[in-house]
């Protein structure tokens, strides 16, 4: 057991205030400023909340009330083999006439953005998108993740909202939570993970039901056997008729309006 320590009563003490035994030790710190305090294991909770308040904070002082967001592989390269060149314009075309067209431009008579481009803040598709909006003036958001291999911001995206994650789950919320619908390019598993995710929170009701766009359907009806995901029962027919298909963005634009889109009052 730790013997009681005698206190000190040197001149230093009564001249600053400051005892020399205690002070460089951890217990001593400011609990907001003890930073191996802060990233230790008691403290996950702690920053998971933290993940949702700052970027929700930075959110509402751009008074962004929902977003259209656009998932899609990080290889995709603008001058890249095959149809990465098109999947890249159009990605880019998308960006750009969503921002002009649903409200990301224009603050609404209730001061709230809508439907500003929202992507993982990455190379590819999501350049791309962020891209588009940037060309036209109209804020985007990238919702960045810390990776091993870090995942740098492409350069597109609002500078006051780019966000890095450490949970990939928090990010998903912040994804999810202001979606008005979502429109999936061509990528690999993390694109699939993301759609998939989308899809289950609304089959459970765990999320409102929103527009969900799948860029080229020759890719995705050879990528994922939705049939046989049918006959096999597991999923039913209406849930795979949440999906639409869109081979331009123009297509994709009309698919979101006819679907309902919410867009704001002229």
Known sequence: MPQAREPRGDARVKETGVNDDISPHHSYRLAALDQDFILGDSMRGLRFQLEYAKPEEELRRWRIRSTLVVFGSARVRENGPGRQPFIYEQARAFGRLASQRGGALDVSEGG???????????????????????????????????????????????????????????????????????????????????????????????????????????????????????????????EVGLIRFADTAEDIWTQLVADGLKRPAR
Do not use: C
């Open 112 to 238: 709230y953005r809508d439907n500003v481009i929202a992507t993982g803040g990455g190379p590819g598709v999501m350049e791309a998108a962020n891209r588009g909006a940037y060309e036209v003036a109209a804020p985007s958001i990238g919702f960045n993740i810390s990776l091993p291999h870090e995942q740098v911001p492409n350069p597109y995206t609002t500078p006051q909202l780019t966000f890095r994650f450490h949970y990939f789950a928090m990010r998903k919320m912040h994804l999810a939570m202001r979606a008005n619908a979502l429109v999936v390019f061509p990528g690999g598993f993390g694109t699939l993970d993301e759609l998939f995710e989308i899809l289950n929170l609304q089959i459970t009701g765990k999320a409102p039901p929103v527009a969900v766009v799948l860029f080229d359907e020759a890719y995705w009806r050879s990528v994922v056997n939705f049939q046989a995901l049918i006959d096999e029962g597991m999923v039913s027919a209406g």
